[in-house]
Nanobody, 116 residues
Framework: QVQLVESGGGLVQPGGSLRLSCAAS????????MSWYRQVLGKERELVAT????????TYADSVNGRFTISRDNAKNTVYLQMNSLKPEDTAVYYC?????????WGQGTQVTVSS
């Protein structure tokens, strides 16, 4: 059974940091590109960051480039999102995504709230 379980969300003040984790099981993690998306209620889901399966190349949305870092540990079947210098506009539900060819898997999401 495929599972993606996110953790690490919460309430943080502007300028603060959080690290999200996504633990994967039920598929060959190392073969999949892993991404983080986020969604605000009433808006479309937005791609935040992606890390490829092989070389571990990374890409970021312009809005988070330089503040967020995506990484993966294939030995632990886990992908991370380190979020620094958080802003109120980063408030959203963050979702983990695994992609291999036409196969997509999603986690259940974790809430991140940036507020003073």
């Amino acid at each position: 059974q495929v599972q993606l379980v996110e953790s690490g969300g919460g309430l943080v003040q502007p300028g603060g940091s959080l690290r999200l984790s996504c633990a994967a099981s039920g598929f060959t993690f190392s073969r999949y590109a892993m991404s983080w998306y986020r969604q605000v209620l009433g808006k479309e889901r937005e791609l935040v960051a992606t890390i490829t399966s092989a070389a571990g190349s990374t890409t970021y949305a312009d809005s988070v480039n330089g503040r967020f870092t995506i990484s993966r540990d294939n030995a632990k079947n886990t992908v991370y999102l380190q979020m620094n210098s958080l802003k109120p506009e980063d408030t959203a539900v963050y979702y983990c995504n695994a992609r291999f060819l036409t196969l997509y898997y999603w986690g259940q999401g974790t809430q991140v709230t940036v507020s003073s």
